[in-house]
Every structure is written in C-alpha cells, then in structure tokens.
C-alpha cells in the first residue's frame, strides 16, 4: 500500500515534476482555446522535444498538456461560440447563450470546476475499475460501433432546435462532407469531382471553424452598431448551492463520459454530445431553456469530456489500444522509452500506472487553479466593439484552419462553409447537427462495412448478429427507442403529458 501511495505521490513530491506538469496544463488550456490548434498536434511535437527525456517527465508534460487542452475549448466556445476542440461543441450549445446574457465569467467559472470534477471521477474509474471497464469496452464489435454511431445522429432530435426535419437536412449534409475524399476501403473517389485538394477530405475541424467562427462572425455583422454586453465577472468561483444543486447531473456526465472515453476510437467529443443530449432529456422544467443558456446545457458537456480523459487511459494501460488520438501519441512515447502498455504492464511496471494515475489528479488540480484565473482578461475579448471582434474572429479562424496542415486550401474551405453556415442559421437551421454528422458519419460508415463483412455479406446473418449479442440487443433497443422517440405523434402526445402536470 505504501509502495502505491509513493508511485502516486512522485510527481507530487518531485519539485522538477511539479513544475513540468503545472507548464503543460497551463499551455494545455491556451492551446485547447484556439481553433485549429489541437490537443492531438500540440502532443505530437511534444513527442520530438522529449524524445530523450526520463519517461516520467515527458509523460508528465504530455499528460498536463492533455488535460488543459481537453477543458481550454470551452473558452471561446463559451465566449466568441468557437469551440477551441470538438469536445467544446456541446459547450458553445449554451455557453455562448450565456456569454450573451453577460454571464461569461460565472459560466466559465462553473464550467471549470464541473471540468475538474469530471477530470478527478475519470481519474478514479482509471484507478479502480481499469480491468473491469477494459474487459467490458473490448467486448464492442464494429456493429456496436456503428449503432453508437446512429444514436449518436439522432442527436440531430435534440440539437436541430425546434424542427427536427431542419436537423435531419443539417446531419445529412454534415455525412455527405465527412464522406468527401477517397474510400478508406476501396481508395474509390467520393465527391471529389476531379479536385486534388478533395482527394484527402475535409478536416472537421476546417468545418467546425467554418460553421461555427466565420458563420457567427458574418451573423453579428447584422449587428455591428449594438453597444457590446459588459461580462459580470464579479462572480467567478460558482455559488456553493450551484454545485450542490448540479452535482447529481455532474456525476452522472461523469459516470457517461468516463464509459464511452474508455471505447477505443470515441473520445471526449462524442462522450460530450452524448452527455449534452441525455442531460436534455433528463432535465425536467430547467431555469432556462436548453439552446437559450441553460446550466445543465453547459455542466453536462464539460463534465463528460474531462472524464473522458481517464476513460481513455483505461483499454490504453490495460490492452495497448489507445481510447482516442491523444493516447494513441502516448502509447508512442511509452514505445519510444521501451514500455510497453497491456494487460502486464500493471504487474510488470506498477509504478508506470499509478505514476500516471497521480499525474492526472495533479493536472486537473492545476486545472483548477488556471481555469480559474485569467477569466477577467478572456471576458474583454468580448467586450471588444464587433467592429474590432468581427475581423479578430476572422483572422483567428484563418490562422486555426491553416494551422491543421498548414494549407492555404483549408482557408478557403473554412470561409465557403461560413457563408453556407450564415446562410442556413439565417433560415433557421442550427449548425451543430453539420458538425455531428462530419464526425460521425465515417465512423458508421467504415464499420458498417466492417460488420458486413463479418457476416459474409449476408443481410439476413447480420440482423441475426444484431439481436443475437447482448451488447448489440441493448444498443439495438435503444436506437428503436430513440427513433420512436421521434414520430410526431409520440412527441404529440408527450407535449400534451406536459402540460396537463
């Protein structure tokens, strides 16, 4: 026991440690709050820079960096409705709202504590239940991929606003330009009409910036002469009753979050949009409602992406496979220190897992103490006249799509799908479903095909497989559920439930 606590406590106790893991979560933060500049590029190049360092540190930076970045999206999703990552995306749902009504520091303020919380109940599944949760994520086959994959669309039902049919069109566009480029399968062209620029795809994060930064920036230049809303930031640490009124709501993102973290290849932006949409439903009379700055809108999202974090760790230490892309550079950096993570190394190398169960408690803890601070000088931003913010966001939006890899062609993408963004908010179409639809419609694509080709190409034997397998079955239940959820006359009927109580 002692011997744990002491591979907990190294880089607690290590002043060197300490510092290097309060460096990475702090950059962390700053890198995850710019558009285009991911969590996923930052670690790579760290990769090079401590190719020679001790193990210990270089997983500490990386770790830091990984935790602050994973929870810096939610600054200027909540502040210019840019989410700095994927995982924001939920965030800016409501956070942005909030921003408008003048409560961006209370929301930011909120959003890093529940951040924390999420970040520490991740951490405590990853040191607890590691084998369990492993042995369970690894028993999901390609076709309970591709039904997380759908349920996941039919999100659309929740983020489409008040017309459902508006989401479906919106989803539905975002799966075409997630298919745009050549078949992973067949190396076969899709809507590429000819373009070698196509050929590669369209980086969501080149659409995320486009649908949500230029297009929102176009759309307040309607307002360009309204005086800016001053930020109440006299109240940044959030109200004792706020956090004991969310904290079922927050364990229960949490609990969601660290789950679907630990499913190789999901990550902390579907646990977001998954957590987003079961607090939606969930939430019975909220204050305010979902879409128009409602707490819980904001709360679930945050929670949900930080415990992804160490939901991700878990088939990483436990089975070699990393949980998302992040984990996946770590496993490359174990390598290049000749470790290396599965099922033995919790007996081989026990002081390499609780090394860095104890570096993730110390980052979301530092994440505490920056996620709190700076908040008055982010809030200016926007106080800024639009005439300066506007160009501001622009430019930002540029610098992040050109940054991914570094293409001038990718500017050119993100500006086109501002215009077709401004034009579908103009008509009542929400952007978030575009998003949804971008990420995951590959995913169910290539293990629909996947799962065909488990079941020979047979139709009949992969419904058999559908309803045969347990975790199928539930899955299977759930989408059925979900899109009965859906038909008007059920959604009739519920509306008049409401209003009689």
Known sequence: MMETLGY??????????????????FAGIYIG???GLSVTMAASILISFTFKWDVNEALALIVGVYVGGVYGGARTAILLNIPGAPSAIATALDGYPLAKKGLAGE????STVMSVMGGLVGVLALALAAPLIADFAIKFTSRDYMLLGIIGILLVGTLSGESFAKGAFAGALGVMIGMIGLDPMTAETRFTYGSINLMGGVPFVVAMIGFFGVAQALVQLEHIDTAP????????????SDVRRYLGLGLKSSGLGTMIGALPGTGGDIAALLAYDQAKRSTKNPDVPFGEGAKEGLIAPETANNAAVGGAFVPMLTLGIPGDA???IIIGALYIHGLKPGPLLLSDTPHLFWFIVGNLTLANLFLLVFGLT???????VVECPRAILIPLIIILSAVGAYAIQNNPVHITWALAFGVIGYFLIRYGFQVGPIILGVILGPMIDANYRRAMIGAQEDIGTFLYDLLSNPISLVLTCAL??????QLPFVKNRKRRADQRV
């Open 8 to 25: 907990f406590a190294t880089s607690w106790t290590d002043p060197y440690l300490l510092l290097i893991t309060a460096l990475g979560t």
């Open 33 to 35: 709050a710019i558009p």
């Open 107 to 110: 929301a930011i303020g909120l």
């Open 229 to 240: 809303i001053k930020q109440k930031v006299s109240r940044i640490i959030p109200a004792w």
């Open 326 to 328: 992040v984990t996946a």
């Open 374 to 380: 700076g908040i008055r000088i982010f809030t200016k």
């Open 480 to 485: 059925v559920l979900m899109f009965l959820n």
